[in-house]
């Protein structure tokens, strides 16, 4: 392994820390019932889905099996979600284990999957204002919108995302315009996934790129 790879890896690896202890902190905070951005989730809703996602993803498919097997993911499903609120963020704290795919897939697209679940959370309060710039997470959502935009995006325009950090240029086949997006990193990232009531971008284009866009989806 050559030695960006392995410094890229730390990196990724002390952003992780870094940003989940943030997103912790954040749900310590404000507690289960705060609101997200999501609709008809509020962070007890967020932080299941993360638990879920990191170290629950074989209660996902058990909850769903007959009999006794299917009967205890439930109850585990249950264990855990009703269980006591800092218990529940302490587990969230410690993430998934050292081998998990879990981990190594979020650290390879720049923990996009925390960075943006922290901004669900801190823009479903009145009054919020995006963090400030920090240059470890604005290289790591620059990254994850590289990744994410071509898979969340379905626009027939040809679109530019522009930030500090470049240029990303996303071609569609049968593009009927195009559309620029200038945004720091962390706002497009949140653009690129559709989070349009709190993403603070500018867009510019012409006619058909602004249809298009109308017309278009974003999100996984």
Request: glycine letters at 12%.
């Amino acid at each position: 392994m050559s030695r960006v790879r392995r410094a890229g890896d730390r990196a990724g690896a002390d952003l992780e820390c870094h940003e989940r202890e943030a997103l912790a902190a954040s749900f310590a905070a404000l507690g289960p019932e705060a609101p997200t951005i999501l609709p008809g989730w509020d962070a007890a809703d967020l932080l299941e889905h993360l638990d879920l996602r990191e170290s629950g993803a074989h209660l996902l498919l058990g909850a769903h099996l007959p009999g006794p097997l299917g009967r205890r993911a439930r109850e585990e499903r249950e264990r855990r979600a009703t269980a006591d609120w800092a218990e529940r963020v302490e587990r969230f704290r410690r993430g998934p284990g050292p081998l998990s795919p879990v981990g190594r897939m979020d650290r390879l697209s720049g923990q996009a999957e925390l960075l943006i679940h922290h901004e669900d959370l801190r823009r479903g309060r009145r009054g919020w204002e995006p963090r400030r710039p920090d240059a470890e997470r604005d290289r790591a959502a620059w990254r994850a919108v590289g990744l994410m935009a071509p898979l969340a995006m379905r626009i027939r325009a040809d679109v530019t995302l522009i930030s500090p950090l470049g240029g990303r240029r996303l071609r569609s086949r049968g593009a009927e315009g195009s559309l620029r997006v200038h945004g720091e990193p962390l706002e497009l990232l949140l653009w690129v996934t559709g989070r349009d009531e709190v993403a603070r971008v500018r867009i510019h284009g012409d006619s058909g790129g602004r249809r298009a866009l109308d017309a278009g989806r974003r999100g996984l």
